[in-house]
């Protein structure tokens, strides 16, 4: 399975997915390949934002080594699924799908879609935008669990 989360600039929410997923993952020797990316060009090659390096690791999870980078419609080919993190870059992920078949790899990371909010200009969500991720990549491995 290789899955890539996407937010909008891959520093604050899409790292903490990829770093949490990797985790669960690890936990339940599952052979995925996880990244992230953001639809924005802002942060190409930074590490994540030092609260999603801190509320990562209170949680045993270590994505300081995480570096930004931009999604592009080449991802569509590497990665068999695609969470986003928000309405806003499922649309401006979607504008880069070739086929249906790009389209049908594109959902939102949060059922009933809902957006992860973006914690960027307030710390006290950092804490519980992580809990929301961390429940979502629960239920993705449990999902798979099932299929297998």
């Known amino acids: 399975m290789k899955i890539l989360m996407v937010c909008l600039g891959n520093i604050c929410r899409s790292p903490l ?17 996880i990244d992230s990316a953001g639809t924005g060009s802002w942060h190409v090659g930074d590490p994540p934002d030092r609260r999603s390096v801190q509320v990562a690791h209170r949680h045993g999870i270590d994505i300081s080594g995480l570096r930004g980078r931009q999604f592009s419609a080449g991802d569509f080919g ?13 649309r401006d992920v ?55």
């Open 94 to 148: 979607l504008r880069k799908a070739r086929t249906d078949a790009d389209r049908d790899k594109v959902q939102l990371l949060l059922e009933h879609q809902q957006p992860v909010p973006d914690p960027w200009y307030d710390d006290a969500l950092f804490e519980p935008v992580f809990q929301l991720i961390y429940d979502a990549c629960e239920r993705i491995v449990k999902e798979q669990a099932v299929r297998d």
């Open 78 to 90: 590497r990665f068999d699924r695609i969470f986003v993190m928000d309405l806003d870059n499922y």
């Open 17 to 33: 997915a990829e770093g949490i997923l990797r985790h669960l993952a690890a936990e339940q020797q599952l052979d995925w390949e």
